[in-house]
């Protein structure tokens, strides 16, 4: 949270991805605060998903269940991570820039 925080309020020019998933909203710890933070730093996204939203009383209008392939191609296109297939795995990588 302090790295997010910090990248904020010090207009760093990094490009934040946090990939945060809870049971339920209501265990979602600085949940309010980070949407304001991504509202405020152009270069964060918040990508939140609720595993157990049978449980809740409160509603989500977000991703429900775990992150999984299809969630982590959705969150990291926006940043040019690109997907490939590696002996068995899925890897993401951003391409090198070539000089």
Known sequence: MNIVRQATQQNL???LLLLYSNRRPEDAAFLGELRKLEQWNERLRV???MT???RSNRQW???IGFFDEA???TAWTPFGIQSTT???RRV???PSKRR
């Open 13 to 15: 020019s990094l490009q």
């Open 47 to 49: 990508v939140a998903t």
């Open 52 to 54: 157990k939203m049978s």
């Open 61 to 63: 209008n977000g991703p």
């Open 71 to 73: 969630l982590l191609e």
């Open 86 to 88: 590696w002996p068995g």
């Open 92 to 94: 993401w990588s951003k």
